[in-house]
């Protein structure tokens, strides 16, 4: 079995939503469909939405992986995809997420500051960045993250803060929940 990986850029086409625990409710969808049908492929990577665009990253078998791409180069929940890498690898990174998920973080808007990006723009990405982008996603734990999907730089860099309590709530909610579609995707 030969293993490959893929990222890609894209357009939102749809009008973000106010977010809603945590995630704009179109990308939260994406999430759930994802999730359910990367594990039964066995695909692993992660997401990044922000400033209407997204980052997503693909690892698996080049077979399965192919066929994915072909079906979300044809979803029109965004427009304008652009291949960004599309190699072959010998081993998985992302070995403990169907589809991880990064929210707006300080660390995407290090990213963003040390490029002097004013707005985050996949499309645009070198092989550089892109891999920057991959290992932002790959190491981000969510902790002390803040949501925000506004858009805009301004926009960006005015953080609330979410109290502890809640924030461990939140997280303990998203285990059990995470833990539950496994467990049914199991049964499937």
């Known amino acids: 079995m030969s293993l490959m990986r893929l990222a890609y850029a894209s357009e939102a086409t749809f009008k973000a939503k106010p977010v809603e625990k945590g995630v704009e409710p179109n990308v939260a969808r994406i999430l759930m469909e994802s999730r359910r049908n990367n ?10 939405y922000g400033d209407d665009q997204f980052f997503q990253y693909l690892e698996g078998e080049e077979g399965a992986v192919r066929q994915l791409y072909d079906r979300i180069a044809r ?46 723009r996949p499309s645009g990405f070198n092989r550089s960045q892109c891999e920057e982008m991959i290992t932002l996603i790959r190491n981000s734990s969510q902790e002390g993250r803040v949501v925000s999907h506004d858009g805009g730089r301004n926009k960006r860099n005015k953080q609330s803060v979410i109290p502890k309590g809640i924030l461990a709530g939140l997280i303990a909610a998203a285990v059990c929940l995470v833990g539950a579609m496994a467990y049914v995707s199991t049964m499937l």
């Open 39 to 48: 594990a039964r492929s066995e695909i692993v990577g992660g997401l990044y």
């Open 75 to 120: 979803d029109d929940r965004h427009r304008n995809v652009i291949t960004l890498l599309e190699e072959p690898i010998e081993a998985r990174t992302f070995t403990n997420w169907s589809m991880k998920y990064v929210p707006l973080s300080s660390d995407v808007n290090r990213f963003l500051d040390k490029e002097g990006m004013e707005a985050f």
